[in-house]
Each structure stands twice: as structure tokens, then as C-alpha cells.
């Protein structure tokens, strides 16, 4: 099957992941990325959006070049709301559209729900979406490899990074200048609980290391703490479930539904009760019991769901793969 991949966001792990682990089942890609960048010298907006129609165009016209494949794509798999506009300027090939989360729970949500009932297929990371989306989809939310994240000695872990063993260490997998994860709440939360302990409480902020080394900040953390202001069904909680690492998080995407039964772990709302709730869990002093409840989202399920949705949109129907919700929109 050779799958046209367009993306605004070529470098994200989980895009990457994802694909490398379809691959490994026969797919093959070609990607296509909207030129320019979100902020910076390059910036990115709408002249860029418009360029990237000729774009897919044109690779839709010259067709797979990777050795072995066909004449033509078997279908286009737009990633984020704003590539799906892309994808659908052409009626040749099925269109499959993974919606990412704040191109449903933000401003570019005109766009995602205006183009998701002329997808083939809708792919959303959780229930909450599905919801807000108010069309048929697929809740398959990205999986989390785990090989890669899974629990070690935490002594070890902070040794090998370099933290001190004697504080709380409370880990933001963040760039602080990323507004949507809300960095400023998360060191105010921190600062509030820091002194109230036996030991210091730190907050660490990582961003920009290769995606295989969070591992490690990981099992070396007390705690992971989310406060952003939304989500789809964010990696950075599955991957702290897979290394027994507790979390801390607001009421966002799904991450209610990943931290059910998790201890020693807690979902807030109030920085009342993101203080009392990172307090709890720093004295606790415990690694959790993620890992017991993260399978259901492992790389390989999630990589099944997403074949059988190709499967389905091409013709090429298969035995339904678990983990794959679907849900109809209201009528």
C-alpha cells in the first residue's frame, strides 16, 4: 500500500513513530510538508497553505517513487486540520484525516469540522474530540512504544542525565515558550508546593532531546505535571504510564480516561488542587501502576487500528482490529 502522508509538523515523534511502525507492515510513504515554520524567520501562513495545493498536486500526479510501488497512491492520510483543505482539492484517492487536538479544541476547528464529513475516514485521539467534532470518526489515540518507555531504577535514571537525588523532581516535557502547555501555571503550581515538603520541589523543563532519551527523564522523575490548556490524547502521560512514572494533569483530552486507576496519580482542575494534588503524590514517594493500564494503547494496537482503517477506505477490508472506538455523529 504506498500512502501520501501531508503534514504541517514532519518532525513529530509520534508522526514518525507511527509511520516507521506502519512500514514495518508493508506500508510505504512519501511525505509532503507545508513549507516554512510556525513562528520564526521562516514563518509560515496562509501563502505557504496555498502553495502546498501544487504541492500535493504534483505529487499526486508523479505518483510513489519508493522502488516496488504502483503507478498511483492508494490514499492520502492528512495530518492536522489545516492539511485536510490539501488533501481533498483532488477526488482520485481516499482521503483519511488524523485530527490532532487543538485543530479541534481551537481556532482552526471551522476548518476540521468543514472538511471532516468529506474524509473517507477521520481519525481523533480521544473521546472527548469525537464529541466536539460531531462527526463520524475513529477514536484511535497515537500509541506509545514499549520498548522504548518502560520502568528502570530511578537512581540510575538521574544519574545518567544528571539530576540531584535530593529533591522532588517534577518534570514539564515542555518548551516553555509553547502557549498551549501552559509552562507559567505549571511553575506557579510548583513554586506554591516547593517549601511545603521535607525536600526542595524543582521543577525540570526538557524540551528539544531526541524523543528516545525522555525515556530516561522519565524513570528519573517524581512526578509529570500537565497543565496545559488543551489535548488530544497527549503522548507524554501514555509515556509516563509505561515507565510507572505518576502524573499530575488538568482535565484535558483524554487524559481522565488514561489515569483511571493509576496510583498514586491525580486529574485536577483548580491550582488548589494541582497543589494539593503534586503535594500528595511527591509525599507519597511511590513509582505508579501506569504501566498496568497503557497496553491498550500500545504502538503495536494502534498501529493495527490505523491499518484496518486503510484497509477499509481502499477496499482492502480485514479481520476489525481492537482498540478502534467508532463513533457515529449525532443526527
Not at 497553505?49 to 499526486?60: D, H, I, K, M, P
Not at 481516499?94 to 468543514?114: A, F, M, R
Amino acid at each position: 500500500m504506498d500512502v501520501l502522508t501531508l503534514t504541517n509538523a514532519p518532525d513529530a515523534p509520534f508522526l514518525n513513530q507511527q509511520r516507521t511502525a506502519l512500514e514495518r507492515r508493508g506500508v510505504r510513504f512519501e511525505v509532503c510538508a507545508v513549507a516554512g515554520d510556525v513562528s520564526g524567520p521562516d514563518g509560515r501562513g496562509p501563502l505557504e497553505y496555498l502553495q502546498f495545493v501544487r504541492t500535493v498536486r504534483r505529487a499526486l500526479a508523479t505518483g510513489p517513487s519508493t522502488p516496488g510501488s504502483g503507478d498511483e497512491f492508494d490514499l492520502v492520510h492528512a495530518h492536522y486540520g489545516l492539511t485536510a483543505p490539501m488533501a481533498l482539492a483532488q477526488r482520485q484517492v481516499p482521503v483519511v484525516c488524523s485530527l490532532w487536538g487543538s485543530d479541534v479544541h481551537g481556532p482552526v476547528k471551522p476548518v476540521s469540522k468543514l472538511c471532516a464529513p468529506l474524509c473517507e475516514a477521520v481519525i481523533v485521539m480521544s473521546e472527548r474530540m469525537a464529541a466536539d467534532l460531531g462527526t463520524d470518526c475513529q477514536v484511535i489515540p497515537d500509541g506509545v512504544d514499549l520498548e522504548t518507555f518502560r520502568p528502570e531504577c530511578q537512581t540510575e535514571a538521574r544519574e545518567r542525565i544528571g539530576w540531584p537525588a535530593d529533591e522532588y523532581t517534577v518534570f514539564f516535557p515542555y518548551a516553555p515558550d509553547r502557549e498551549v502547555k501552559n509552562h507559567p501555571r505549571a511553575k506557579r503550581i510548583v513554586d506554591t508546593v516547593d517549601g511545603t515538603l521535607d525536600r526542595p520541589v524543582s521543577l525540570r523543563t526538557v524540551s528539544g532531546v531526541p524523543h528516545e532519551r525522555i525515556a530516561d527523564y522519565m524513570n528519573a522523575a517524581d512526578v509529570l505535571l500537565m497543565t496545559s490548556h488543551s489535548e488530544g490524547s497527549p503522548n507524554a502521560v501514555k509515556e509516563a504510564l509505561a515507565c510507572n512514572c505518576p502524573v499530575v494533569a488538568v482535565d484535558v483530552g483524554d487524559v481522565r480516561e488514561r489515569l483511571a486507576g493509576v496510583t498514586p496519580s491525580r486529574v485536577a482542575t483548580t491550582d488548589g488542587e494541582l497543589v494539593d494534588a503534586l503535594a500528595s503524590v511527591l509525599e507519597a514517594g511511590e513509582r505508579s501502576n501506569g504501566r498496568d493500564h497503557v497496553t491498550e494503547v500500545s504502538l503495536e494496537r494502534t498501529t493495527d487500528a490505523i491499518l484496518e482503517v486503510y484497509r477499509s477506505v481502499t477496499g482492502r477490508t480485514g479481520t476489525p482490529s481492537e482498540g478502534v472506538a467508532q463513533v457515529e455523529s449525532p443526527r
